[in-house]
């Protein structure tokens, strides 16, 4: 079985064979990858206990998700876009409207926030914490909370103090009536924590499901 067809771009090295798409794989506790993971989010939040870290394994999200990466990469001249591994909560909204989703992460699924309507993600998981996914608990059970951990494709990433009324990022010097251009995404502080904020759907990839108690 092969991971991808001759059309669609490469997937991730850790991905396996999957026989659904999205399919959600545990990832075994004793692999660098679940480490890797345990240890990013441990690092701002210690208090997290995992009970399950799954791989999203989505073709059709990952294949718009590359199809952005490529182009922001040719606007900004480099021969990749800087992409960053963030956190992300989803709060009343069950994860899988994200990766089982048509569009993943959907910006029309999200109130105005401080740097206006984008799709938010977090450099700690201390601060997706606050907005992670509670689902009901068993009676006299621990509330067991959920939050995404995803690749965003931040490119040349505009630092901005906070603005409401953000649609999509600023336009860059040199931008022209003639020739826009605009930076990728916009980052900030809030609370102390560093955020960075995308204005299309496709520059974010849902990679990782993460169930934890604290």
Known sequence: RQLSRP????????WTPQQTDPELIQVGRLSQEYNSVVQMVKSSLPTATLMKVERIQSKHLWKKY???KDDIAKKIGT????EMLLFHGTR?????????GEEGFDMRLSSDGLWGRANYFAAD???????????????GGTQIRQMV?????????????QERSLRRPPEKPGS?????????????ITGGHRVYMVYKNSQAYPSYLLTYTT
């Open 79 to 82: 021969g990749q876009a800087p």
């Open 125 to 139: 998981a201390r601060y997706s914490d606050a907005y992670s996914h509670r689902p009901p608990a068993p009676f």
């Open 176 to 188: 022209s009536a003639n020739k826009e251009i605009r930076y990728d995404s916009v980052n900030g």
């Open 7 to 14: 059309d669609s771009p490469p997937v991730p090295t850790e």
């Open 149 to 161: 951990m995803a690749k965003v494709i931040i490119g040349d990433s505009k630092e901005m103090p």
């Open 66 to 68: 590359c199809q952005t």
């Open 92 to 100: 009343d909204n069950p994860p899988e409207k994200i990766y089982c």
